[in-house]
């Protein structure tokens, strides 16, 4: 019988953070958001993008759900920002995980 190996938490944040840059327009609103000076973006991404609101409510809350990005409300409109944290632990993530060769996988 093969013994069944725990996934460590380090490879579960990959996946998760792979899973919420699954689509090209989270990745252009996670673009967007990294280069803006203020990090900040309360303008309408839906002018910008060829999908509807609802659509693109739906990648914001994946984005968010992930923790890549937070939101907030300033009515009229939402700020979205990226959540700094997490996005050096994105970068870390991948730099490691990208850059493995050197090391011995242990299974």
Not at 27 to 44: A, E, W
Request: net charge neutral; hydrophobic share 40%; proline share 4%.
């Amino acid at each position: 019988m093969v013994k069944k190996v725990e996934i460590p938490e380090d490879l579960q944040q990959i996946a998760r953070f792979a899973k919420a840059m699954s689509h090209p327009v989270r990745v252009y609103i996670l673009k967007k958001l990294s280069t803006r000076n203020s990090c900040c973006y309360s303008g309408d991404l839906v002018d910008e993008l060829p999908i509807g609101r609802s659509a693109l409510s739906q990648h914001l809350k994946e984005l968010k759900h992930a923790g890549l990005i937070q939101g907030e409300i300033e009515a009229p409109f939402i700020k979205y920002c990226i959540n700094k944290e997490n996005w050096a632990k994105l970068n870390d993530a991948f730099h490691d995980y990208l850059n493995f060769e050197h090391e011995e996988i242990k299974i």
